[in-house]
């Protein structure tokens, strides 16, 4: 049974950094695509940042280039999103998801509950 958990969200001053932390089970991460998506209150889900089965192809959103950083831990079967010099509007529920291809096109599958990080003064 495949299942993404999210961990790592909170409070945070703007300028501030946090790292989000997704544990996959079910499968194993090493070849897959994984994505982080976000969504505030009120908008649309947008797509953060992606990287590629094999780690070639990583997208960011332009909204969150320069600050954030995707990586996986093949090993931890774990994917991280650094998020730095965070922004109130940076402000969301931030979900991890996989359609278990190696691709990062395509809609999501299987999607993780959500950790929730606040911008805030």
Known sequence: QVQL???GGGLVQPGGSLRLSCAASGFTLDYYAM???????????ERVSCISGDSSIIYYANSVKGRFTISRDN??????????????????????AT??????????DYWGKGTLVTVSL
């Open 5 to 7: 958990v999210e961990s």
């Open 35 to 45: 994505s982080w998506f976000r969504q505030a209150p009120g908008k649309e889900r």
């Open 75 to 96: 090993r931890k079967n774990t994917v991280y999103l650094q998020m730095n010099s965070l922004k109130p509007e940076d402000t969301a529920v931030y979900y991890c």
């Open 99 to 108: 359609t278990l291809t190696r691709t990062c096109g395509g809609d999501m």
